[in-house]
C-alpha cells in the first residue's frame, strides 16, 4: 500500500546542531507539506513544495530549509537548532488540483527535542 | 490573512449525548477538511466539505458546511467513547493548496 513516513521518529539534539528530518511518500503526490505541531498553536505550516525544484515558505519557516530533487523526498533541514524549535513535526502529501480534493495525508510525525 | 477558529477549544461530555463543535474562518474558500487525532498519533482524514451546504456522515459524526456564513459543523451523536480525540478543521486558501488549521477542539467523552 501506498504511504508517508517520517524518520526519525524521536531526535534529541543539542542547540547549534544541524538537524535533517525525512519525509517520504510513495504516493506519487506531487505536493508535499512540513507542519510543526505545538500546544495552544494547532498546526502551523513550515515550508512546501508543489513538485520537484520548487519550495515555498510557509507561515514559521524561519530557522528551516527544505529541497525537493524527487517527487517522494522532501527533507526538513534545521539549519542550527534551538530551543524553540522543539515540537512534534508532521510531513503531509497531496494530488494536485487539478485531480483531486486536495485532501492532505499525514506522515506519523517526529518527536524533536532540543537541548 | 486567512484565520481559522475553532470552538470550543476543550469539550467534555457524557456518552449518549449530542454535541457540535463550530469552525469559522475569515475570507471565502472552497473547501474544508476535518481531520481527527488521537494522542500521540498523526492526523486522520475525516470528511472533504467541497460546495455550500455539503453534508457528509459517517457514523455517528457529522459535517456541514455554509460557505456564506463561512462556517462549517462537526455533530456528534449518541457520543461514545471510542471518538475520544481532538477534532481539527483546516481550510485550504483560495487559488492554492494550502491549509490553515484551527486550534483543534479536544473532546473527552466519559462513560
Known amino acids: 500500500d501506498a504511504e508517508i513516513t517520517q524518520s526519525p521518529r524521536h531526535k534529541i539534539t543539542e542547540t547549534g546542531r544541524q538537524v535533517t528530518l525525512a519525509c517520504h511518500q510513495t504516493?506519487?503526490?506531487?505536493?508535499m507539506f512540513w507542519y510543526r505541531q505545538d500546544l495552544g498553536h494547532g498546526l502551523r505550516l513550515i515550508h512546501y513544495?508543489?513538485?520537484?525544484?520548487?519550495?515555498n515558505k510557509g507561515e514559521v519557516s524561519d530557522g528551516y530549509s527544505v529541497s525537493r530533487s524527487n517527487t517522494e523526498d522532501l527533507p526538513l533541514t534545521l539549519e542550527s537548532a534551538a530551543s524553540s524549535q522543539t515540537s512534534v513535526y508532521f510531513c503531509?502529501?497531496?494530488?494536485?488540483?487539478?485531480?483531486?480534493?486536495?485532501?492532505?495525508?499525514f506522515g506519523p510525525g517526529t518527536r524533536l527535542t532540543v537541548l | 490573512e486567512l484565520k481559522v477558529e475553532q470552538n470550543p477549544l476543550f469539550l467534555s461530555m457524557q456518552e449518549g449525548k449530542n454535541y457540535t463543535i463550530y469552525c469559522n474562518y475569515s475570507?471565502?474558500?472552497?473547501?474544508l477538511y476535518w481531520y481527527r487525532q488521537d494522542p500521540g498519533k498523526s492526523l486522520e482524514s475525516l470528511f472533504v466539505?467541497?460546495?455550500?451546504?455539503a453534508v457528509k456522515q459517517e457514523g455517528r459524526l457529522m459535517a456541514s458546511l455554509d460557505t456564506k456564513a463561512r462556517l462549517s459543523t462537526l455533530h456528534i451523536t449518541a457520543a461514545v467513547h471510542d471518538l475520544s480525540a481532538t477534532y481539527f478543521c483546516?481550510?485550504?486558501?483560495?487559488?492554492?493548496?494550502?491549509?490553515?488549521f484551527g486550534q483543534g477542539t479536544r473532546l473527552t467523552i466519559n462513560p
Open positions: 466539505l467541497l460546495s455550500n451546504g
Open positions: 504516493w506519487n503526490h506531487n505536493n
Open positions: 483546516a481550510v485550504i486558501i483560495q487559488g492554492a493548496q494550502k491549509l490553515v
Open positions: 503531509a502529501s497531496s494530488e494536485s488540483r487539478m485531480t483531486s480534493t486536495d485532501t492532505q495525508y
Open positions: 513544495s508543489y513538485g520537484v525544484q520548487d519550495t
Open positions: 475570507t471565502t474558500s472552497d473547501r
